[in-house]
Structures are given as structure tokens and as C-alpha cells.
């Protein structure tokens, strides 16, 4: 990985006044750049292709001030990202293409890049969580199932290829080959996603040992074809269920649950301290509240979660805490100005 | 009960030009503050443990001015309450944890303090529905159980300890010891929550014979485990379903069913002003909507419900009948508002 | 059907100064007077009995400015909304009753009514799918069912009669005397409806070969009973699916898969330039993805869709390419004031 000292001096040369956004055009983009132009910072998009250019035709208000083109993720140019003193947001679209090339990328990434190397690997973020003090599914040797399971391929993919498995010969069975899984315990109850924002120069929100912390927005995932199998079961339609995320719904939650969800984040940012030099921006825990109310973890995203594109104006969580619609791109932005303004770039990139 | 002379001899000495909304920390608190605070209105919190402050520090736009510590909700001092000259907000924890508590509180609760003891018993808001001319499930003894039936607790604790049984042995054998349960037919369809809000004072609205009725938006009710328990039949985990009510997500409904959604929120108004006096101010329908598109109600809130919590900036329905952000909670304090300056605070009080 | 020659003849003869919005008061209309309002437009509302007036007590900025009785939507008095310069707003309501009415009404109707009666023909529309390049169901003949398939009846209801059937013999069985009905193989993944707005004046957008292409919002359906046919499956309570449309939930799509609802809208429109000479206005694409991400479409509506009305104020699409709350309805208007200064409203209209 590159060294932060080197993202540090790259910073030390940025012209604070001309800061631009940068992402792939994918995933959370058009929040990202919608949200930065109204914080009025140049913003540039990473295309990989002409099919994506489309979205800006449909949507002006959210298009990137200019357009670097890429044959591959991997093909980004950094120096030409660096002249143009960019600051990367990094999203699910780049954890996945770009994967471990973001490790040495030379350009200065929103965020700790440590912790999209703690995301990748399932084994390192379950160590984080339950560093962190939450409840999580209990983890299966694939010759030891025994319940049902839910079997997670590497990376970042929206849910491809999750499958669910009994028992250890249905294991082997369907998947003789395979490597870098991990076997987690199906838990029972049902999902939400909180969409935090943790910021190590704010004076407001939550208090944590090292800065504060809010809550932008939350929704359900909505997973083809899973969540809408009940459909095909009452029609008599026998299917496979699978967990494609396709979509988002917004869901607002019980209020007496809130402070839990504040301590849950309280704990992962202030492991994340420890563990790797800490979570500046935003993240999402994945969460399964069971009939008790009792919340377990079954992932961490370190990084804007798609969910958020629900709220491009503000949610009803975030207008609690900022005037106007603030969504997490648009905190990011924010954060950009403030760090810029104080100096303090290297306390929220690398 | 307290008698409502004397909660009207108490409004008569509050100084109408300094007074406070007060509620207990939880259920739709922030949306009551921030709804209260736009319109100027002095908030104060009952908190009963440190753990609900921390909302604030992370949503200081919702947070009250001012907050009182009690050790429990029993506690809350009445003479300090109206010292302050505050008006108390009833909701779903109140009504929870104070339960026959409410009754003799001597301070002024907004809406029908009557309205919360036929919420609280079954029975009578049973005979409140079908008074009002609504459908509602059939109700069994027992020992007479042919079909799929609700056992349902008395009180509003969020759906918890709910329970489906399909037989008189399957009863007895889940519940030996069980009092003060109601038994309902299960009803098949879907279920939409609309939110009401009633007045005696305002000239605009759907009339009714007494005031008018608005409707400020709607929501679905989201409960664990039921409310994902598809994920969970078609991964093969065998669960038994419990709904404890953890969230609300917004949906609107087909328009050419509001005109019946008014007419019972009417007939439910009209009911209350002959059973127990009235029902100023916030109140819901638990309702299903069957194939062939005919409402059932299977429950009456009459108070502010946690699915309001969705459109603390108002929602697509509010926004046809008032300006800017009206949500259930600011309703509220613009009708202490209005209450305040034409003397008739006594009109939505008790 | 009346020639377009005639409706332009009445266009011409139109003060485009004094336009009216009429549509009939049911499915969108609250929406529809909402937006034209905004738009400084007159409005008129088409009642064909009281109950509907009582949504306008309720919903006061969403009423008419004019109401019109009629003892149905046959009833229409066409000299009397011509007197008006009333165009008339086509919505799911006015397709199911009006049905072929529509074809002869001599007044002009926003949008294309050649388009209607592709939406009424369901083999025509699919004709339109095909042709459009759009992956579809495949069609079954009665004699010939291998699999679980969707028998739909003629024309927009709402959902409602829709049912499920595996074989020919359960097919004959259940509708032995079914006419102009269309059996679909019942596709597997999730729904999602993306409403689009095709302009032939605007100069942003997504490009087509004759105008410009919006996404303006995006819904599911919600369906009685099955979309809550998993607490009844879960409470062991047997129902027979039904398929009655009475709400609608908001969802945001992947955004990697805008690209494609942005080619199929495309392909829509100029399929209808080459089918039935355009289609102005707003549109949907009832959709299923897949969990390989790939999309197939089962119907199109040639007209605003109810799941518009969760967005009288804009969406977490339209603020991408417009200013203030942009509906669909409000866009409408924006249209016709735009094509009436452009002296286009034939462009528009039939």
C-alpha cells in the first residue's frame, strides 16, 4: 500500500482553491457530483465507457464538470487526476473494479484506504466488528455446517453469488471449488442499513473518542430475486433464491433504537482507530434487528453506500442535523471545504 | 381520571404566550421537537435515562430546550410541568409506560386523554370501530377458534408478543395463563396505516360535524421477524413469526380509495365525539385493503404514531393542503398555536 | 378514431393564453391540478360523482379550479371543455372507462391516443415491446401451457382479475369463458417502474432520433394481497394470490442500470415514432430485473403512472435534471406552456 506520507506530500502540493471530486462514473456518482457541485467544488467523472457518458444527457444537474476517460478502472491515470489536485470518493463500484489497485493508487483517496482493505477481506472485517463489540453470525468451517448458512464470495459485489447452503455435503456440493468464502449463520429478523458519517474536524453530532459522528439516512436493500419471492412462492413458481441488490427503499426506524445504532457506530469508528488509523467519512453497517430488538452485524461497508441515492436532498434524519438538503455526498463535499479551510486534508484522505 | 375541569382550571392560569410542548424522549419525540421548534414553540424532554440524550448531541435540530430527568415515566413531576405552562404530547410510549398513569396526570394533555383509555382497552376500541361503522376482524372466545387468529396483548407495545394460532387447543397450549388478550381473525389483504389529523378549531379540511380532518400522510408498518420472513421461507430456515414493530416505510395509496380513507377517518371522529367527548388532533387507522379493494380496521391509535416519523418535512399528501414542511408533529404545534390565540386551548386539551 | 386534422383544427382555434388542464378526478389527479398549478395553468377537474369532490375539502391545493359534473366519463361534454381550451390529461382511470371513448372524444388530449390504444390492445403492446427490441414473456396459447403464466384481461384495471395458472387444464378450469385475454409466462426477479418523459421540443435530456428523454421517478407496486402473502403464508393461513394495485412504494434503481432504462425507454419512443407517430409525454415501463441484472419488460403505460403520486414534489431522479419540485404532472404543464409559446401544441396533442 502506498505510504501515507506520500498521499500527505501530494496533498502538501494541491491548490486548496481549486479541489476537485473525483469518482468512477457508477454506483453513487451522480449523488457524488450533484452534491459537490452544490458545495460548488469541480467535480471530474471517470468513464470506462460511452455508455455511462449517457447518464449526463439524462440527468445535467448531476453531471461531472469534466470527464477523464479510462479503458479500465484500473487504467486511471493518477498523475493527470494529481495535476488536477482531485481528491478520489471512493465507492462500491471502485472497491470492486478496482479492488486491491486502489491500495498503491497515487491520488489521495476521500477516506482511510485502509479500511476498503479491511471491507475487501472478509476475515479482517469480521475481526473489526467483533473487535467493535457487536453481535455478528456465528462463522462456519465447510466441514462443520450445521445450520443454515449464507455462503459471501470476496469483495464488494452487490450481492452476486451469495448463495445458501444447509450442510456440508450441500457445501461441497455447490461449490467444490471454491476459495476466499466465508460461511456465515442465516440470521433471522429483518435488515436495515444506517448511513453514517463520521468526521474528525466536526464540533457537532455524536461525541466519539476522537471527533463525531451522525446518522445522513437508512434503507432496505432491495435483492433480485429474493425480495420479491414470496411472489413467486404464492404463484406456485419454484425458484432459487439469489441476492442481486438491484435497488434501494427508505425505511425509518423505531426512534427508542437510534441510540443503539449511535453506540454501534461509536464502537466501529473508534476500533477502526485502533485498528487501522481510523473511518473519516461515511460508512454503513449492515444490520439484522431480530423480534427482540436486538441488533446483529453481518458487514461493514467503509465507504458511501448505494442506499444513500435515495436521499440527493436530505432524509429524515439528516434535516435533524443540517439545514438544507444535505445528503452524504453532499457531506463529503462539506468536509472537503472544512478540511481544506483548516488544513487538515491529511485528517480525511489517504 | 382526572376531572376535565380541572385540567381546564389549570389551562386557564398558563401564560398562553409562553408555552411549552413536552413529551417523554422516545416513539416521535424528535419529530415533535423539531415540529414544535419551527413554529417557535419551547420544547421540553422527559428523559429517563442518559442513554435517550445522546439523540440530541447527533440531532441537535430536534433536540428540546430544555430537558427534565425522571426515573421513570410515573415520575414525571406534574407541578414543575406546569409551572412551565407545557402541554404534553401523548404518543406510543407514553401510552406504553404511563398506561392508567395518564389518567390522573394533572397536566394538560394534548388531544383526549379519554381517547387513550379506549386505545388501551381492546374492548373498547373495539366497540369504537364498530360504532363507527368500520370493518373489523371477527373476534373469538377461546374456546370457539376455527380459523387463523391474532392473540393480541392489551396496550401498544409495538406489536411485540403478538401470536398466530390456528385452533382452541393450539390457544390454551401457547397461552395457559393469558388475561386481557384479544383474539381477532386473521385478515388477509395488505396493511396501510393512513395519518389523520383532526380539529375542532380549523375552518379547512374535510368537514366533519364538529371540526375537519385532514390527512397528513401515510406509511406501512415494517416488523420483525414477519416483515422478511419470505427471505427466511425460501432459504429454508423454519421461524415462527413475531412482529415487533422496528420501522415504517412510506407508501401512498391508490387515490380513488381516499375518499373512503376520509370517510372513516370521519365517521371514527364523529364516533369519539359521542363515546368520550372527542378526538382533537393526531390519530391512525390500522387498516387492511383487501383484493377487491374494501378496508378493514383492525386497530385505532389516538395519538401521533411512529409512521409519522417518515415525513418530519411534510409528505405527498400534507403538501396538498399546507405550504412548506407539514408534518403530523408540526400540525400539532400550529394547532396549540391557533388553540392559544382564540382562548380554546380547553377545546384541545385534556 | 377522429382524425388528428380535426383536433388540430380545434388547437388552432385554441387561446393559448387561457389553456386549460382537465382529466377525469381519479388515479393522478391530485398530482395533475397540483402541478398545473404550480405552472400558473387552469385547471378542471371531470367528476362523475360526489364522493370524488371530497378529496378537494381534504386537499385544497390540489383542487380543481373548475369542476365539472358528468354522469360518467362516457358523459363528457366535449363542446363545453373545448369552450374551455382544455387539454385533457389521459390516466389509467380515463383508459379503463373511457377504453375506446377515448378514440372519438373531439377534444384534444395530451400525449398520443393512438398510444392508448396500443396501452388497451395487449397484443398491439406487445407487438410495440417486440419491436422496441425489449425482452418480453413469452405468450402461451391456451392449449398449450407448460409452465406457471399470468392471465391478463383487456385494458389498464388496476390489476385486478389477474391469476395465476400452470397447465391448460387449470387455464380452462378456471376461465372457461375467457375472452381477449393474454397468457404471459411468469417471469422471476423483482418489479421496478421507472416513469419516463419524452419531449419532442425540449432540447435536454436523453437524445432520441426526434427528442429528448427524463426519468422523473421510480415506484413498486403494491399489490393485495400479494404483496403481504408472506405473513399469511407464515401464519399458515392459505389464500389464493390476487394482483389488485393499491398503493405504490418508492425505490432508486443500481445505478449501473440507468444506462439500460435509459435505452429501453428510448427504444419505446422511437418504435412509437415508427408504430403510431410518436409519444409525447409521460410513460412507464413496467419492468422485472432479474438477478443477473438484466431486464425484461411485461407492459408498457402510454400515459402518467399512479406511482407518480409518491413524487408530487420531485423525486431523487427529477432533481437531477430540474429545479424546484418537478413531477411528473408538474412537467406536463411545464409542456404544454412550453408548446404553447412555441405555437407546437400539435406536437403534443391528439
Known amino acids: ?12 502540493e494541491y491548490d486548496s482553491k481549486k479541489l476537485s471530486i473525483a469518482t468512477l462514473c457508477s454506483h453513487t456518482s451522480l449523488q ?30 448531476a453531471a461531472p464538470d469534466e470527464i477523464i476517460m479510462a479503458d479500465s478502472p484500473a ?17 462500491g463500484s471502485i472497491v470492486e473494479y478496482l479492488g486491491k489497485g486502489l491500495d498503491d493508487l497515487a491520488v489521495p483517496v476521500l477516506g482511510n484506504r485502509k479500511s476498503l482493505m479491511f471491507e475487501r477481506d472478509r476475515r479482517k472485517m469480521y475481526d473489526w466488528m467483533k473487535k467493535a463489540g457487536l453481535r455478528v453470525p456465528a462463522i462456519f468451517n465447510p466441514d462443520k455446517i450445521d445450520r443454515a448458512c449464507v455462503v459471501k464470495h470476496a469483495g464488494a459485489k452487490g450481492g452476486r453469488g451469495y448463495a445458501i447452503v444447509h450442510s456440508s455435503e450441500e457445501y461441497h456440493d455447490k461449490f467444490p471449488d471454491a476459495k476466499d468464502v466465508m460461511i456465515q449463520e442465516y440470521l433471522t429478523g429483518v435488515r436495515v442499513y444506517p448511513h453514517y458519517f463520521y468526521s474528525p474536524l466536526s464540533t457537532k453530532g455524536f461525541k466519539t473518542s476522537s471527533g463525531h459522528l451522525e446518522i445522513m ?10 425480495d ?21 427503499e427508505p425505511i425509518v426506524l423505531r426512534e427508542s ?18 485498528l487501522f488509523g481510523g473511518l473519516p ?7 439484522i434487528v431480530d423480534e427482540d ?25 439528516s434535516l435533524y442535523s443540517h439545514d438544507g438538503g444535505m445528503s452524504t455526498a453532499r457531506r463529503i463535499a462539506v468536509e472537503v471545504k472544512d478540511a481544506a479551510k483548516k488544513k487538515k486534508l491529511d485528517l480525511i484522505c489517504y
Open 228 to 248: 420479491e419471492s414470496y411472489r413467486t412462492s404464492i404463484a406456485g413458481v419454484p425458484i432459487k433464491p439469489s441476492f442481486t441488490v438491484v435497488g434501494n
Open 32 to 61: 457524488i457530483f450533484y452534491g459537490a457541485k452544490k458545495e460548488k467544488l469541480h467535480t471530474i467523472g471517470i468513464c470506462t465507457n460511452e455508455q455511462q457518458k449517457k447518464l449526463y444527457d439524462a440527468f445535467p444537474k
Open 257 to 274: 433504537l437510534l441510540p443503539d445504532v449511535l453506540d454501534m457506530g461509536k464502537n466501529v469508528v473508534e476500533t477502526a482507530d485502533k
Open 75 to 91: 487504467d486511471i491515470d493518477a498523475n493527470e487526476l494529481v495535476s488536477k489536485n482531485a481528491l478520489i470518493v471512493p465507492h
Open 217 to 226: 439516512s437508512m434503507d432496505r436493500r432491495f435483492e433480485s430475486n429474493v
Open 281 to 287: 467519512g461515511p460508512f454503513c453497517l449492515e444490520l
Open 1 to 12: 500500500m502506498i505510504d501515507k506520507k506520500k498521499i500527505d506530500s501530494i496533498l502538501s
Open 293 to 317: 430488538l436486538q441488533f446483529s452485524a453481518f458487514e461493514i461497508s467503509a465507504r458511501i453506500v448505494a442506499g444513500t441515492n435515495l436521499f440527493p436532498d436530505g432524509s429524515f434524519y
